[in-house]
């Protein structure tokens, strides 16, 4: 039984995954392309290959501030 907020989350995370990841890499581009950045293909293929949410946050933080879409994998 979920007990708490936290538990509930988590169970999202392990079940729902591949559709928050989905979203996650939506956001990215979505932001990148509304900044007017070129988003080349093999880019959007890394982005939208990447399963790890930590990741994926990461680069979202990064889409708003980088300058090509490149800069999102450096640190």
Aim: glycine content about 4%.
């Amino acid at each position: 039984m979920v007990t708490t907020i936290q538990d509930f989350e988590r169970l999202g995370e392990k079940y729902f995954s591949h559709w928050l990841a989905k979203g996650e890499s939506d956001a990215i581009l979505n932001v990148l392309e509304a900044r007017g950045l070129e988003v080349p293909d093999d880019v959007r293929e890394r982005i939208r290959r990447c399963q790890d949410l930590d990741q994926l946050r990461t680069w979202v933080r990064r889409a708003v501030t980088v300058t090509s879409a490149q800069e999102l994998f450096t640190e």
